[in-house]
């Protein structure tokens, strides 16, 4: 490479570059491969890579016979470790005789990083998926469960995830397919019943809301908690209204007849 072009396209980039000849002697570097390495001042052309590589002794011989390697290493300690990616590739010559190696360190660390914390947020998300007592699922416009966690199985009675994972919902756990609620009924937490595997029915309050997944299918996702009692205490609260309205009527029936007599 011409130096202008040389400076633009191998010192310009912030990826560690290297040449190597056939025996891994240095032909040429950036400051960002001297840098990645902890080298302080200049290296020296023509000097064995191992000598700038004291931490890997066996790396260069490990990846002798492979023609496109990729190898992870790192540089320095705690928060100052930065990864990165050395991807080695052969150099061939005119004749097609391999005459060298280049070495590329792509850094990785952040990469590294972002996959780290999606790795704890989907730990974190999926034991409270699995610990939580309201149940929990996700499930297809067309009636099939993506996923259910322990307490929608124990909600509905059924004795294994896999068993209520392979019912139909709108068929199998409403007690008429109408009752299952639409997408547009889906934008506030919606009371219904459901029907348990024993065929008995559970109150539910069904907060949940509407998703598309990549390609674009519509998924309900959706929190369910159980309000039988609730329900059943509303039933008798109303039943007792109403006894105390027909005693109070049949009072008031009771004391005009007595007042018409008297």
Not at 181 to 204: C, F, I, M, N, T
């Amino acid at each position: 490479l011409v130096p202008v072009t040389r400076d633009v396209v191998i010192e310009g980039t912030r990826d560690g570059i290297l040449v190597l000849d056939n025996q891994d002697r240095l032909l040429d570097f950036n400051a960002a491969a001297l840098r990645i390495m902890g080298v302080r001042g200049a290296a020296k052309i023509g000097a064995p890579i191992a000598r700038y590589l004291k931490a890997w002794p066996e790396l260069m011989q490990q990846q002798t016979n492979a023609e496109d390697a990729r190898v992870e290493i790192g540089f320095g300690e705690d928060e100052l470790r930065r990864d990165y990616e050395l991807r080695l590739s052969p150099l061939v010559d005119y004749r097609g005789h391999e005459a060298g190696r280049f070495m590329l360190f792509y850094d990785i660390t952040e990469e590294k990083r972002a996959k780290s914390q999606l790795r704890e947020a989907e730990a974190r998300y999926r034991n409270l998926f699995e610990s939580s007592l309201e149940g929990i699922y996700r499930a297809t416009q067309d009636g099939a469960f993506l996923e259910v966690n322990p307490a929608m199985v124990k909600l509905l009675g059924y004795d294994s995830k896999e068993q209520l994972m392979a019912v139909h919902i709108a068929r199998d756990l409403y007690f008429s397919e109408s009752e299952r609620p639409s997408a547009a009924d889906r934008v506030a937490a919606v009371p219904h019943r459901l029907k348990k595997q024993d065929g008995s029915e559970v109150w539910v309050l069904n907060s949940s809301r509407v998703v598309k997944n990549e390609q674009g299918v519509v998924i309900f996702e959706g929190l369910i908690h159980d309000v039988t009692g609730i329900r059943r205490f509303e039933r008798e609260l109303e039943t007792a209204k109403d006894a105390a309205e027909s005693a109070n009527k049949a009072k008031s029936k009771f004391l005009a007849n007595m007042s018409h007599e008297l």
